[in-house]
C-alpha cells in the first residue's frame, strides 16, 4: 500500500502562477499521484468528525483549549480529554506531523483543508504536532492552517493544537521517530507522555526499506523509485527547469513504460525520518549527494507563483519562488496510472 496521500491539487500552473492546461505538464495536478481521497472525506458524528481516507478522528473544533498554549500545555489538555472520556473516547492525542499533515489540502488555502470541510473554529495560524525536532529537541513540529507550511518551534511558545483519536487505517506511515524529550530538550522515559515517540503510530517500515537496483533505489513503504544519486544535476535551477531537465533523462527504470518525473510534496515528504536530520533520512537510506532543498511538482496555491520544496537538512516544508534558481532536484518514477484531469 502506498504510505503517502494525494495532495489534492487538480490544477496546473506555468512558472508565473497562470493556470495551464495539465496535458504533458509532469506537475502535480496532472498526475495526481497518491491515495485518492473519497468522494465523502468526512464523516460528522456529534462532535467528532472521521476522516475516511485515513480513518483517523478529529473533535470538530479545532480550537478546543480557545487560547495558545505552550507545548507540554497541549500534551497535559490531551491527558484531561482522556480523563473524561470526552466524546467516549480514551485515546485522544496530540496528532504527530504526519497525522496533522494528513488532514492538508494543496488545492485551497486560509484554511488549507479541503473543501466543504465540516470543521469549527479553525483558526489561520501555527498548531503543534506531538513530533519534536530531530535538529533542536527543544523544538517541536507545527503546522500552519493559513497555507500549510511544516516547520517547528520553541516548545515554551505559544500555539494552537488539535486532538486525534482511532488508529487510522494505516494508509498514513510512521514518521519514525521513537524517543521523547521534555520542554528543554532533555531526553525522557516516554510511557505516558503522549508523545509521538511513545506512541509511534502509522504504517510500520518494511525491513529493508530501500533495495537499491543498479542506479536505482526502491522504497518498499511506498513503492517509489528514487535515483541513488540525488544530485543528477550539480546545480540549482528554478521550477519550471526542473521539470523540463527531468523530461530528458534516460537512465535505466525497471519498466519501460516508467518515467522519470518531479516528485509532488508529500512523494518528497514520505522519505523524511523524523529521528534524523541533516539529512532527515533514516539512518541506512543508499542514497548519495543529498542536497538540502529539492524543488516538487506542486505549486504553492497560496501563492501560485511558488512553488513547494523539502527542505531535508530539518525534514520541512516550505515554499520558493518558482522564477529563482535555489532549489536542485531529485526524479522519481513510479507505477503510475494517470487520472482524468477534468
Known amino acids: 500500500m502506498k504510505a503517502y496521500l494525494w495532495t489534492g491539487q487538480s490544477n496546473c500552473y506555468n512558472i508565473n502562477g497562470k493556470i495551464i492546461p495539465c496535458e504533458d505538464s509532469g506537475q502535480d495536478g496532472e498526475l495526481r499521484t497518491g491515495i485518492p481521497w473519497p468522494e465523502d472525506r468526512f464523516t460528522v458524528s456529534n462532535e467528532l468528525v472521521q476522516d475516511n481516507l485515513t480513518g483517523l478522528q478529529w473533535l470538530k473544533d479545532a480550537n478546543p483549549a480557545e487560547f495558545p498554549v505552550t507545548w507540554q500545555e497541549a500534551l497535559e489538555y490531551i491527558s484531561r480529554l482522556n480523563r473524561e472520556k470526552k466524546g467516549d473516547h480514551t485515546d485522544w492525542r496530540l496528532p504527530n506531523r504526519r497525522e496533522l499533515r494528513s488532514l492538508m489540502a494543496f488545492g485551497t488555502r486560509k484554511p488549507s483543508l479541503p473543501l466543504n470541510h465540516p470543521f469549527e473554529n479553525v483558526f489561520l495560524g501555527w498548531y503543534w504536532t506531538s513530533t519534536t525536532s530531530a535538529m533542536h529537541s527543544g523544538y517541536a513540529w507545527y503546522i500552519h492552517m493559513e497555507g500549510a507550511r511544516m516547520f517547528f518551534g520553541r516548545k515554551d511558545q505559544y500555539y494552537l493544537f488539535w486532538p486525534v483519536c482511532g488508529q487510522g487505517n494505516g494508509v498514513i506511515a510512521a514518521t519514525g521517530q521513537k524517543h521523547c524529550y521534555d520542554s528543554g530538550g532533555k531526553e525522557i522515559p516516554c510511557q505516558g507522555t503522549g508523545q509521538d515517540g511513545e506512541l509511534q503510530l502509522g504504517q510500520v517500515w518494511p525491513e529493508p526499506r530501500f533495495v537499491v537496483e543498479q542506479s536505482v533505489v526502491l522504497d518498499r513503504l511506498t513503492g517509489l523509485y528514487w535515483l541513488q544519486d540525488a544530485a543528477i544535476s550539480s546545480r540549482t535551477m528554478d521550477w519550471d527547469e526542473t521539470l523540463q531537465y527531468v523530461k530528458t533523462l534516460e537512465l535505466p527504470l525497471p519498466e519501460s513504460s516508467m518515467r522519470w518525473r518531479l516528485p509532488t510534496i508529500n512523494e518528497l515528504e514520505s522519505l523524511v525520518d523524523s529521528s534524523q ?8 537510506h543508499p542514497f548519495e549527494n543529498v542536497r538540502d532543498v529539492y524543488w516538487s511538482s506542486t505549486t504553492s496555491f497560496f501563492e501560485t507563483d511558488w512553488a513547494w520544496a523539502l527542505y531535508f537538512n530539518k525534514g520541512a516544508t516550505g515554499v520558493g519562488f518558482k522564477r529563482e534558481k535555489n532549489f ?15
Open 277 to 284: 536530520h541533516t539529512p532527515a533520512l533514516p539512518v541506512d
Open 328 to 342: 536542485h532536484l531529485w526524479p522519481v518514477a513510479s507505477r503510475i496510472k494517470q487520472r482524468s484531469s477534468s
